[in-house]
């Protein structure tokens, strides 16, 4: 079932008057999982537990600008399991007044972050922080943070946990922008040890020629 559903966000009230800007943001869903893409962004460094979900796209002429993550803080010797989500925040050209999040499938620990933008631009290449596989009695996190890079050049880093190490980044999508996003998850495990979040990649579409 497609879920759709719209947050209204008010970002700004000029004390020297009335005036107040609005965001209107939905809920994609899996309501434009048929959009084209050109090619999957991957990085080698995720980890084994899981399964890969579905995709999930922004719509036509849409591609991430900014991101949010689900992230469970440090539990203190009970089972820690860092990042749990990632959800993509979809803009059409530079106006960022109605955008679309897509973030398939999520964990069901920790809480979502404050959305990080690209100044302009869109989002192009990510690099992950992954914990490697702790052994058969120890605690797996598996991935803690992500990077990603702006087309416009800066650099963004969610506020995740920091176990493990980042690995490479993974390729560019150039000439367009990441426009979908696919998790590998890990099933809540009951009173076994959780890792949730264990890869991720991002489709990479071409803008529209004009």
Known sequence: MVRL?????VLAVLSSGFCEEKIFMQRAGVAFSNREYRSMLTVTNGEQFGSWTWPEMCPDNFFAVGFSVRVESNQYGLDDTALN???LICAKDED???LYTVESHTGYFGVWSQPQYCPSGVLTSFQLRVEPHQGLFGDDTTVNNIKFRCSSN???EAPGMDWGEYGHWSAECTNGGICGIESKMEEYQY???DSTLNDVRFHCCAKSQQ
């Open 191 to 193: 009173a076994l040890d």
């Open 154 to 156: 800066p650099m963004l």
């Open 5 to 9: 559903f719209t947050i209204v966000a």
């Open 96 to 98: 960022r007044s109605f």
């Open 85 to 87: 989500g990632i959800r």
